[in-house]
């Protein structure tokens, strides 16, 4: 099967659709917080005619009060992939979420499940004292994460105690080889003035589609801003501005730098996938045609 991935704004969605069209595939979304009921302009999600137009999974799966990991989102996913091939069709996996995808192809770590009351007691910590104590305990794997995602730091946190070993070490004997399925890996890329303009343009459209209707109708129904879906970019940011805590403008351009800043984390974490080849985003004719030499389509 085929994935097609890379940082956000660059075009996958629509590179995706399109193929799934000419080749019978159904898609299979790997986007951490497509997974979520109501959350559907900050996601980028696709529009309700495009979702009729081609099966989709992995999108509107789960209510944002009830956590998705990677690896639930990995049973989920490859059972639903084992379907899509069973009914005689291809599975196009499209996404952003490194973990999410590598987790599909790859499987996780064995021995590492979460333990509620660690983690509570982790998140009670401060962001520094997370930051300071896997510094201690994991270095390595420190350097691979925003020191901003508090998220990551409990987890890699829980881990290490969990283990009883840095989490970086387990990822590297790993390796992520419980791969059952056969994948093939194409990334798309823009130069990088070139996707600032597109993810400008894209928070833009977000705040005027109106994403914080979207965010004011989440909480009406009772999904608080501590919830950790909505905290993502966008959500947290227009989160604060209801509050009165920043301004449109500020919300929308504090929106654009935590999604550049993603961007770049993207470009990162996929320029590790073995294999994989880049395709020049800004041709999607020949993305388009690459995607289908490689489906035989």
Not at 73 to 82: G, L, S
Not at 213 to 229: C, F, I, K, N
Request: net charge positive; with cysteine.
């Amino acid at each position: 099967m085929l994935a097609i991935v890379g940082p956000t704004g660059t075009g996958k969605s629509a590179l995706a659709l399109e193929a799934a069209r000419r080749v019978d595939a159904e898609i299979l979304s790997a986007d951490s917080l497509q997974v979520y009921r109501g959350m559907d302009i900050g996601t980028a999600k696709p529009s309700a005619r495009e979702l009729r137009s081609v099966p989709h999974h992995g999108i509107d799966i789960v209510d944002p009060d009830d956590p998705m990991t990677a690896g639930r989102f990995a049973d989920y996913a490859r059972t639903a992939a084992r379907g899509i091939l069973e009914r005689g069709r291809r599975v196009l996996l499209c996404g952003g979420t490194g973990l999410y995808a590598r987790a599909f192809a790859g499987g996780l770590i064995e021995g590492t499940a979460s333990d509620s009351e660690l983690r509570k007691r982790l998140e009670r910590l401060e962001t520094p004292e997370l930051i300071e104590r896997l510094r201690s305990l994991d270095p390595r794997g420190l350097a691979r994460i925003d020191p901003r995602n508090r998220v990551r730091l409990v987890r890699a946190l829980e881990i290490c105690e969990l283990a009883g070993q840095p989490a970086s070490e387990l990822q590297t004997a790993h390796a992520f080889r419980d791969r059952p399925f056969e994948m093939t890996w194409l990334g798309l890329a823009l130069p990088r003035e070139d996707l600032w303009r597109r993810l400008r343009a894209r928070v833009d459209q977000m705040f005027e589609r109106g994403l914080a209707a979207e965010v004011e109708r989440l909480y009406a129904r009772g999904y608080g801003p501590e919830l950790p879906p909505l905290r993502a970019l966008g959500y947290r940011e227009v989160g604060q501005m209801l509050r009165g805590e920043l301004t449109e403008p500020q919300a929308r351009e504090r929106t654009f730098l935590a999604t550049r800043r993603f961007a770049k984390r993207q470009q990162t974490w996929f320029g590790g996938e073995a294999g994989l080849r880049w395709l020049d985003a800004s041709d999607p004719g020949a993305c388009l045609d690459a995607v289908l030499a490689e489906l035989g389509g």
